[in-house]
C-alpha cells in the first residue's frame, strides 16, 4: 500500500497536528521522521486540547501504531513525560515504537543550544532551546548517542565519554561553563529512561516495510515546515532537520515509491516564530487581528508568531520542493470580519518582478510584496462543513489560492476541533 507524507509548507505551526489527526483516522501507522520537541502540535478532540511534542499525532486513535522514525532527535525524559502525561489522561501509548536509531537528545545539547543562542546576540535563530541543532551536529559529528544505546550500557558508557571529552572542552573553554559529569547523566538516561522506553525500540524499518508490504496505510508526520528546511530554508534562519517530503525518507528509510500523495498543510496566512525573512509580515492591527483571534502564539514555547499575509511565492515553492499532490487549506476562520484581504503573488525589487523564490537570500530580505486584492466576508466560518455554506468571498478566496497554488485544495479548517472542516473538492 502506498504511503502519505504530511508536510508544512510554511514556517511551521500550519495545523499539522489537528489534520494528520483527522487524516489518521483512515491510516494503520503514523511515522514521525525528523525534528524533535521543538514541535508543538496542538489537537482538539471533543472539547480536550492535546498539546503533542514528540509522539506522533495519530496516538488518539487505538487502531493507530505510532512511530517515532530514525530521523527524530529524541529527549527521553521529554518523551516519558509525555507519554505519563497522555496516558494519565487514557491514552495508551504502549503500542508506541521507538527507532533504535533514532539519536537521543543529551543534557549538553540543551545546555549548549541557550548558550549558541546568547553567544549570537543580536544574530540569534530565536530556536526553541530545546538541543536540537547540537544534536543533530553531534549526530554529523558522528559523536552522537542513539536511542540503541540506551540498551547496551558499556557502549553507551563509552560513547558518552567520547562525546564528553569534545563538548566539555567547548563548554569550558568556548562558554566558560563547568564540564559536564559522564556518571551523572548515565545515571539518568540509564536508569529510569532505558528501563521504560526498552519494550517501545524497535527496528522500525521493518516495521514500516511489513505495513506496506501487508496493505497497512502508513502516514508520515512532518514536524516544522519546509521554509525552516536545512536546506530549502531561509538559512540560516532554520532547524536543523529536513520537513520537507525528502526528509521522510531518510527519516523513516521508505523509499519515493512509496510515496503517492503529499499533503501540503497550508495556513490561509502566514506564521512565523523566531528570526529570518518574512516578504508578507504585518506590523499593523491587521497583524495584531491574526494573533489574536488565531491564538498565535507557540505551542511550545508561548512566544507570540510573527503574522503576515499568505505569501504565494513560498507555496509555489513549497509545491515543488515536496511533490504536493493536495493542500489542506488551516485557520480560514481566523479571517473571518477582515473587510479586505491580501494574497502576495509574487515579490519585487528593484525593478524585477519574481514569481518563483529567489535563488539569492539577499533579494528575499529586501524583497516588497506584490499584493492582490480581495473581499473579507463577515460571516462566522467555525460552525460550517459544506463549502456550499460559505459566503461568496470565502469561496472566491479559497479558489483564487487554488488557481494560484496550481494543487487541489481538498480539506479547509474552520476551527481546532476535529470535525470543524469541510472538503473543497465535495462542490466542485
Ligand atoms: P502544528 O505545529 O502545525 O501542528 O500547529 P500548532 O498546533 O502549533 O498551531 C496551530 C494552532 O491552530 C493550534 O492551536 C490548533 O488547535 C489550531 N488550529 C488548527 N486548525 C485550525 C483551524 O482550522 N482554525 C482555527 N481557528 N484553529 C486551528
Ligand atoms: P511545529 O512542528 C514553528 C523554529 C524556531 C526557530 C527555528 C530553529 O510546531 O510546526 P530549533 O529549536 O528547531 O533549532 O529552532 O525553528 N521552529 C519552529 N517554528 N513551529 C515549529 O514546529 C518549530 N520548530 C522550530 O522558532 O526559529
Ligand atoms: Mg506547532
New binding site residues.
Given amino acids: 500500500m502506498p504511503a502519505t507524507v504530511v508536510v508544512?509548507t510554511q514556517w511551521?505551526?500550519?495545523?499539522?497536528?489537528?489534520f494528520t489527526d483527522l487524516v489518521a483516522a483512515e491510516m494503520d501507522v503514523v511515522v514521525r521522521y525528523q525534528g524533535g520537541h521543538n514541535?508543538?502540535?496542538?489537537l482538539?478532540v471533543s472539547g480536550e486540547t492535546f498539546k503533542i511534542q514528540l509522539v506522533p499525532s495519530g496516538v488518539l486513535y487505538e487502531h493507530i501504531t505510532p512511530v517515532i522514525g530514525n530521523g527524530v532527535v529524541v529527549d527521553p525524559r521529554v518523551l516519558i513525560a509525555e507519554m505519563d502525561g497522555l496516558e494519565a489522561r487514557g491514552v495508551d501509548c504502549s503500542s508506541m515504537r521507538l527507532s533504535g536509531n533514532a539519536h537521543l537528545i543529551m543534557p549538553y545539547h540543551t545546555e549548549l543550544d541557550a548558550l549558541h543562542e546568547r553567544h549570537l546576540g543580536k544574530a540569534k535563530l530565536g530556536t526553541t532551546k530545546r538541543g536540537i541543532g547540537p544534536a543533530y551536529a553531534d549526530k554529523s559529528m558522528r559523536i552522537g548517542l542513539r536511542v540503541q544505546d540506551l540498551l547496551d550500557p558499556p557502549i553507551f558508557r563509552a560513547k558518552l565519554e567520547a562525546a564528553l571529552s569534545h563538548t566539555n572542552k567547548v563548554l569550558a573553554k568556548v562558554f566558560n561553563r563547568l564540564p559536564m559529569n559522564a556518571e551523572d547523566i548515565a545515571r539518568e538516561y540509564l536508569g529510569g529512561c532505558a528501563e521504560r522506553l526498552a519494550p517501545h525500540v524497535t527496528d522500525t524499518v521493518t516495521l514500516l516495510h511489513e505495513a506496506l508490504e501487508s496493505g497497512q496505510q502508513v502516514l508520515m508526520e512532518g514536524a516544522q515546515g519546509t521554509f525552516l528546511d536545512l536546506d530549502h530554508g531561509t538559512y540560516p534562519f532554520v532547524t536543523s532537520s529536513n520537513p520537507v517530503v525528502g526528509g521522510a525518507c531518510t527519516g523513516t528509510g521508505v523509499g519515493p515509491r512509496h510515496i503517492d500523495r503529499v499533503i501540503g498543510?497550508t495556513k490561509a496566512y502566514v506564521t512565523r516564530v523566531g528570526s529570518g525573512p518574512f516578504v508578507t509580515e504585518l506590523f499593523d492591527e491587521v497583524g495584531d487581528h491574526l494573533v489574536e483571534v488565531?491564538?498565535e502564539f507557540g505551542?511550545n514555547t508561548g512566544r507570540r508568531r510573527r503574522t503576515g499575509w499568505f505569501d504565494m511565492v513560498m507555496m509555489r515553492q513549497a509545491v515543488r520542493l515536496n511533490s504536493i499532490t493536495e493542500v489542506a487549506l488551516?485557520?480560514?476562520?481566523?479571517l473571518d470580519g477582515l473587510e479586505r484581504l491580501k494574497v502576495c503573488v509574487a515579490y519585487e525589487l528593484d525593478g524585477e518582478r519574481f514569481e518563483h523564490m529567489p535563488y539569492h537570500q539577499s533579494v528575499i530580505h529586501k524583497a516588497v510584496p506584490v499584493y492582490t486584492e480581495l473581499e473579507g466576508w463577515s460571516t462566522d466560518l467555525s460552525g460550517v462543513t459544506r463549502s456550499s455554506q460559505l459566503p461568496a468571498a470565502a469561496a472566491d478566496y479559497i479558489a483564487f489560492l487554488e488557481e494560484g497554488i496550481g494543487v487541489p485544495i481538498r480539506l479547509v479548517?474552520?476551527?481546532?476541533g476535529r470535525s470543524?472542516?469541510l472538503d473543497w473538492q465535495e462542490a466542485a
Fill in positions: 508544512g511551521g505551526d500550519e495545523g499539522k497536528g489537528k514541535a508543538g502540535h496542538t482538539v498543510i488565531g491564538g505551542t488551516t485557520k480560514l476562520d481566523v479548517g474552520v476551527g481546532p470543524q472542516y
